[in-house]
């Protein structure tokens, strides 16, 4: 079935650095694919997403390519605030079939000032 | 407007009480979603609903059912409580039919059995 691997955490680093958080995926055809974002106490929402290959996914300064030749979609960011703090999801819904969105499990990310 | 709503926000109850969580969205989607999350913050699927169709995700006792009295609504009933229960579960809605579209999580429900 499909399924979404992402690097465990937690990921702590100092503000202004570099964010890369991986993810990759196993799926059949040609999945949709998701970052979420959880801050603590609430829901997850939509951070980016990608629909086909070789798209890329952006907003608030955060981006992903979807690289259908090494099956990922990794989260970057060049520059992380304390704000940023919060639980990542990487996530794909499949192109056909039932549509439940696949979440990975998680990668806590840790900003200090 | 809050897009998908859930009441409550916090469930603490006895062990073999029975309880519902309540779902509503207002953005008009086709398919609504329960999702668990423990304490580690992984995610599991538990139900995927729309108006022609019950998924179930096999790993789910059959003490948890959902219930759609409409397209808008889906609510999450759990018979005889156990402490395993407690989590925190989220209900969530997206287009059906369209694998690029999103879905909406409500704000979650933490359940507590004790």
């Known amino acids: 079935g499909d399924s979404v691997t992402q690097m465990e955490g937690p990921v702590t680093l100092s503000e202004e650095a570099f964010l890369t958080i991986n993810c990759t995926y196993t799926a059949t055809g040609y999945p949709s694919l998701f970052w979420y974002v959880q801050y603590p106490g609430e829901g997850l929402q939509l951070l980016l997403k990608a629909t086909k290959a070789d798209d890329k996914g952006s907003n608030k300064g955060f981006e992903a390519t979807y690289r259908k030749e090494t099956t990922s979609f990794h989260l970057e960011k060049g520059s992380v605030q304390v704000s940023d703090s919060a639980v990542y999801f990487c996530a794909l819904r499949a192109s056909g079939g039932s549509y439940i969105p696949t979440f990975g499990r998680g990668t806590s990310l840790i900003v200090h000032p | 407007d809050t897009a998908v709503s859930q009441t409550p926000k916090y469930l603490v109850t006895q062990m073999g009480n029975d309880k519902s969580i309540k779902c509503e969205q207002n953005?008009?989607?086709?398919?609504m979603y329960w999702y668990k999350q423990d304490s580690k913050k992984f995610l599991k699927i538990m139900f995927s609903?729309?108006?022609?169709?019950?998924?179930i995700n096999e790993t789910v006792p059959n003490r948890f059912s959902p219930k759609s009295p409409d397209k808008a609504h889906l609510n999450l009933h759990i018979n005889s409580l156990e402490l395993g229960d407690s989590a925190v579960y989220f209900c969530a809605s997206s287009q059906v039919n369209f694998g690029g579209a999103e879905a909406f999580f409500g704000q979650g429900t933490r359940l507590t059995v004790v």
């Open positions: 609903y729309n108006n022609k169709e019950l998924i």
């Open positions: 953005l008009g989607h086709d398919t």
